[in-house]
């Protein structure tokens, strides 16, 4: 079956420490790849996209990056998390109908 | 490149009462466009979507959206609230590779 997976739920981090987050999808062959930022009362906001494996589209200047080490795999990094890094981090996977979503990573930088 | 702009940030109802959310897009070709309805600490859902042909799309949970050309609009209906409903909800615009999302309106029904 199709499906997409994100983890991990829940993260806090404290200021200065690493980040990795990763997505993973099943079923599929190239999948279109997609992060996204949800801040406290904010909509969501496109970080990066990724249509192929090494190929990364960054739509905003920030301390975070990503890399798609592998075709279903897209990972979300940072070296230093800041604490505006907080929020609801979403992956999420193109398909020919549409977009399907990850139950995302609620991160909380302390 | 395409926007997309929501009409209000919070819309409160009454149970059973029409539920009116408002979405203006902009794009210069020819956009999907989609509704998600989020509940808190969850991922998107999608409720709807609209990509070529009928105007008038129906979706789950008794939700509906029109397409408008002429108004550059899509705005989510459901004729009778419930308390289910309570939630946010994303309009999108899809162009080429990019999901590009609205503000958000979160609803609120009242029993």
């Known amino acids: 079956s199709q499906t997409i997976h994100q983890w991990p739920a829940t993260l806090v981090q404290p200021v200065g420490s690493p980040l990795s987050l990763e997505c993973t999808v099943e079923?599929?062959?190239?999948?279109?790849l997609y992060w996204y930022r949800q801040a406290a009362g904010r909509g969501l906001q496109l970080l990066f996209y990724?249509?192929?494996?090494?190929?990364i589209s960054s739509e905003v200047p920030q301390n975070l990056s990503a890399s798609r080490p592998q075709d279903r795999q897209f990972i979300l990094s940072s070296k230093k998390l800041l604490l505006s890094d907080s929020g609801f981090y979403l992956c999420?996977?193109?398909?020919?109908?549409?977009?399907?979503f990850g139950s995302g990573t609620r991160l909380t930088v302390v | 490149a395409q926007s997309v702009t929501q009409l209000g940030s919070h819309v409160s109802v009454s149970e059973g009462a029409l539920v009116l959310l408002r979405c203006n897009y902009s794009?210069?070709?020819?956009?999907?466009l989609f509704w998600y309805v989020q509940y808190p600490n969850q991922g998107l859902q999608l409720l709807l979507k609209?990509?070529?042909?009928?105007?008038l799309v129906k979706g789950i949970n008794g939700f509906e959206a029109e397409f408008k050309k002429s108004e550059t609009s899509f705005h989510l209906t459901k004729p009778s609230a419930h308390m289910s409903d309570a939630a946010e909800y994303f309009c999108?615009?899809?162009?080429?590779?990019?999901?590009?999302f609205g503000a958000g309106t979160t609803v609120t029904v009242r029993a």
């Open positions: 999420a996977w193109r398909r020919s109908w549409g977009y399907t």
């Open positions: 079923g599929t062959s190239n999948p279109n």
């Open positions: 990724s249509v192929g494996i090494g190929q």
């Open positions: 794009s210069s070709v020819p956009p999907y």
């Open positions: 609209y990509t070529t042909g009928a105007t």
């Open positions: 999108a615009v899809s162009v080429e590779y990019k999901l590009s």
